[in-house]
């Protein structure tokens, strides 16, 4: 297999822990160990404390699976299998597409979503949003790129990098779509419940469409990524047992101390989702009146959800070129279009943080001086 490199990961893996300054991370503050620990139930506190560091089942802790499965409307603990989350982007497209397939997916985005298919030999068409009409994806627009041979479409809502969500109605008539044409549908969903309206959060695709896989896992919404644990849910038990056995080939397994923590932390879920959204709450504040004093330098359509947003920025050639001397001027990393190969006019950057605050003023200082 042949497939070209991850742009974003090496560009992440270049600076992200270098920089002192990170205003572009697509996850949640991150929980300290004690911090989940304390969390523990009694029950949950003597399976860590005794522990054995051996193998695990391939598809996940069973009372884990049970926890996950709690997110699903008529879906189970069978319905779902453990894997890392980019694990299993990777497992899913290989146990259901062959060379020749066509697949279509929101773009710009998370580079696996497309990459995987075309190393596979797949043809990729993509479904870009209207940035003059809030990033919005054109249902319209999808429903042309369908051709006879399309196998799969590939949606991520809320969108990374632009935070957009459509309405329930429109992801309805999404669903409907891919039904009648009888088209599987993968919805990566790792920054569901972080919804700026609490009421904009879309059912779960695998709950409506029988031939659906979603998506989610604790790096985004639960501040978790370190455990590197998520999971495919699905109605469609073929694919995933051909998942599993594809797994005997990567991980085999998860990591003991990884799933007894999600174990955890998915038990207390309500409170942890409620500190992470009360704190993007608070930093779309800071968020927005920063854009607004700096208008004449960016021009931001306000993210529906998630823990990102994708600016243009305005009166420079190369978005790449200005991320590159704000690392090595402010030591300030900021992730340019170009990782995500959508030009050089706009850049990601991530809310989420507890410093955001801090951040944005070194920003501040650092734009004051150059414009």
Known sequence: MQISPFILERYFAKYEFSAKYLLSS????????????????????????????GYTESAGHPLLREEAAKFYTGLNAENLLISAPE?????????????GDHIISTFPGYQSL???AGSIGCEISKWEPDEDNQWHFDLEKLTELIRPETKLVVVNFPHNPTGYIP???????????????????FSDEMYRFLEVESDATLIS???????????????????LPGLRIGWIASQDQNILEKMLGLKDYTTICNSAPSEILSIIALQNKDSIIATQNARLKKNMVLLEAF??????IFKLNKPHGGSICFPRILGVES????????????????APSHVFDYGNQHFRLGF????????????????????
């Not at 503050?29 to 005794?50: C, F, Q, T, V």
């Not at 709950?207 to 604790?218: D, I, N, Q, R, T």
């Open 167 to 185: 309405s329930q109605k429109e992801f309805d008539r999404l669903l409907n779509l891919l039904r009648e044409k009888d088209i599987y549908l």
């Open 319 to 334: 978005s790449f070129d200005f991320a590159d001397q704000l690392v090595k001027e402010a030591a300030i990393m900021i």
């Open 291 to 296: 854009m607004e004093k700096y208008d004449h």
């Open 87 to 99: 694990e299993g982007i990777y497992l899913l497209m290989h146990a259901l597409l062959q060379p």
């Open 205 to 223: 695709a695998c709950e409506a469409y029988e031939k659906a896989f979603s998506l989610f896992g604790m790096s985004k919404t639960f501040g």
């Open 352 to 371: 989420g943080r507890e410093n955001f605050s801090e951040v944005l003023d070194k920003f501040g200082e650092y734009l004051d001086k150059k414009f």
């Open 26 to 53: 697509s996850d949640c503050e991150a929980l300290k160990l004690p911090e989940l620990l304390e969390m523990a139930s009694p029950k949950m506190r003597g399976i860590w404390d005794n522990l054995q560091l």
């Open 114 to 116: 497309y990459e995987i």
